[in-house]
């Protein structure tokens, strides 16, 4: 199955006037890899907070911080491996300066996605633009990076209000059958000048996209924005799609 992720924001004054600005088209598999020789695949993802069991959404984000206030997590799954699970899974995670900050090791990694604490509370380290490098098998895979901050106010992911740095994502539905992943979702997070997210509405849901309208709405609740007091009394609208496409 793809899954096309299209950001994009409407925002107004206290009338909400339509005005849409379409962000970027990110494009990625979901689900679906086969193991066969070749170049091994994983893909990372970096998330605020854990996963609780059972949860229909996560919070994908795009920093981290350093106060120990949230237990920032890196995840790994296996897309595509010549070798057959279980492998011997190393997260090395470098600060901006290329020197090694800590190690994650799992020597019994089933390739299914799993996440492990990013920051190692406690220990002084230094805030910049972090890389997570995924090894497997003691084999280099890929790579990742993200922004660390010491804290919020001085993070530039925390900068500019009509950019979310946490985007609440609806989590897989594994009850739908794979041949069924095609539509559309379309839904709307309303936004007030604190940042906090006031409403969650799905504008368009065809095919799938009906069958996991729910899931949109708590990930649309999960999302933080930065403060914009600017908005005074008003509020504006990010806006978020899916497009789900069977892969051939």
Known sequence: MLIYDKYGERWGGVQLEARVMKWFLLIFLFFGFKACAGQDKVYIEFLWRPIPAGAIARQPTIGFLLDGKENHQVCVAVFKSSASPPYKLRIDALGQDGRLIFSRADERFMGDKKCY????????????????????????????????????????????????????????????????????????????????????????????????????????????????????????????????????
């Open 117 to 248: 604490s990013a920051i190692p509370h406690g220990s002084s380290v230094s805030p910049g633009v972090w890389t997570y490098k995924v090894y497997l098998n003691e084999k280099y895979v890929d790579e990742n990076q993200i922004e660390v901050a010491r804290d919020i106010e001085k993070a530039s992911f925390y900068s500019n209000p009509k950019v979310p740095y946490v985007l609440g994502r609806p989590n897989y539905d594994d009850s739908i059958p794979s041949s069924e992943w095609e539509g559309r979702l379309v839904w709307n997070i309303h936004v007030n000048a604190s940042g906090d997210v006031t409403k969650v509405e799905v504008e368009v849901a065809e095919g799938v996209g009906k069958r996991i309208e729910d899931r949109a709405i708590v990930a649309g609740y999960m999302s933080l924005f930065p403060p914009d007091p600017s908005l005074g009394k008003g509020e504006f609208v990010y806006q978020r799609e899916l497009k789900f496409a069977l892969d051939e």
